[in-house]
Structure formats: structure tokens, C-alpha cells
């Protein structure tokens, strides 16, 4: 069946260093990935969204490619802020679940200054 | 533009006492409608989705059961909360056929 895999459970940074949160997924069916932000007693709230092969998609500093051949949506941002710090999950979506992402584990990001 | 609802914000409740959570979706007719629950810093735990009224199906029951008595409407209950119940609460919506989901704000439950 469909899976996420997020390897890290938790990811400290000093303010202003680049960072990638991995993410790999599998499914036999075309994926649709996400990439959702959490803060502290907040919903989850979409970052990223992308459907197409090897296209960079960006917002709030914020990038991903999804990269089919290796089934990857790495997230990425080259100087993060102390307002990063979140819970970061990956996602995927293949049409055929009832329309439902379905979760990676989560990455809690946390920025020191 | 579109609003999703969720109600209560927060409950503390007892082990064996009845629950209802809900979950309105206003500016949008037939979406899909999903409950998730969240253990604090865990992952989303799909439970139920919801494709028209009177139509629930279960993904994960925890003990629970859902609803939808209207086209914008979707409740989660129980008769009798467990401690695992405690966690986070998320109502969901989305078109069919389209990629965009969005939660709603959340309710918090702690039973004790």
C-alpha cells in the first residue's frame, strides 16, 4: 500500500542555516505530494503542493521538487528563522484513498537563535 | 469564500462519559469531509471520510463513530471515552477530484 517515510524525528538548527527535511513515499498510483506545517496548538496548515516531475515549487522561502524516479519531496530552505520552528509533515495523495493525504511521521523542526 | 467550523475548541472529559465533536463547512456544497485525530506531536491519524449525507465510511474507529446529517455537517461521537481518546481533533475538507485540503482549527480533548 501507500507509505511516507520521514527519517527524522526531530531537526535542531541555529537561526540562518540552510536546512532539508526528507521525504520519501511509495505508491503505485500517480502521486500528488504535500508538505504541511504545524505550529504549536495550530492546525496544519499547506506549504507545498506538487504533482508535476522535476518541477521546484515554492512558497514562504520554502521549496520542493518531486522527483519521481527516486520518490522524493525533499523540503528545503536555504536560512531558516526562529518562527520555522514547527512540526513538519509530508504527505501523498493518489486519488484513489477517498481524495485523503496520507501522513508521513512528522519532523519537528526546531531553530535556536 | 470558504469557512470550515470545528466545535468545541477544547473538552476535558471523564473515562465513560459520551462525546460530540463538530464540524461545519460553509461556502462549499458536497465536499468531502474527513476526521483525523493527533496525539500531541504525533502523526495524522486518518478516522473517517465522509463523500455525501447519510454516507460514512471508517478508516480507523479508536471507539468511535461518525455522521453526516447534512451536506455541511460532520460529527464525531462516542458513548463512552477511553484516556486514549485525549488528543487532537481535525475536521477536513475537499472536492472531489481536486488536490486542495484543508483542516479546520482543531478541538482539543483531555479525558480524565
Known amino acids: 500500500g501507500d507509505s511516507v517515510t520521514q527519517t527524522e524525528g526531530l531537526v535542531t538548527l541555529t537561526k540562518g542555516l540552510p536546512v532539508m527535511l526528507n521525504c520519501t513515499y511509495q505508491t503505485t498510483y500517480s502521486p500528488f505530494l504535500f508538505w504541511y506545517v504545524q505550529h504549536l496548538n495550530e492546525a496544519p496548515k499547506l506549504l507545498l503542493k506538487?504533482?508535476?516531475?522535476?518541477k521546484r515549487t515554492e512558497h514562504q522561502g520554502f521549496y520542493a521538487t518531486l522527483h519521481k524516479s527516486s520518490s522524493s519531496f525533499h523540503l528545503q530552505k536555504s536560512s531558516v528563522q526562529l518562527s520555522d520552528s514547527a512540526l513538519y509533515f509530508c504527505a501523498l495523495s493518489d486519488g484513489n484513498n477517498n481524495n485523503a493525504p496520507r501522513f508521513g511521521a512528522g519532523t519537528k523542526l526546531s531553530v535556536k537563535p | 469564500a470558504q469557512t470550515i467550523h470545528q466545535w468545541p475548541v477544547a473538552e476535558i472529559k471523564a473515562v465513560g462519559s459520551p462525546l460530540s465533536l463538530g464540524c461545519t463547512i460553509k461556502?462549499?456544497?458536497?465536499?468531502?469531509l474527513y476526521w483525523y485525530w493527533q496525539a500531541t506531536g504525533g502523526t495524522l491519524q486518518q478516522l473517517f471520510y465522509?463523500?455525501?449525507?447519510?454516507?460514512v465510511e471508517s478508516v480507523v474507529q479508536l471507539n468511535l463513530s461518525a455522521s453526516r446529517p447534512k451536506d455541511d455537517q460532520f460529527i464525531l461521537s462516542t458513548e463512552k471515552l477511553l484516556l486514549s481518546h485525549s488528543g487532537f481533533y481535525l475536521c477536513?475538507?475537499?472536492?472531489?477530484?481536486?488536490?486542495?485540503?484543508?483542516f479546520g482549527s482543531g478541538t482539543r480533548l483531555l479525558v480524565i
Open positions: 461556502g462549499k456544497s458536497s465536499p468531502n
Open positions: 506538487s504533482s508535476t516531475d522535476n
Open positions: 477536513a475538507w475537499s472536492l472531489t477530484g481536486t488536490s486542495d485540503y484543508t
Open positions: 465522509s463523500i455525501t449525507v447519510g454516507q
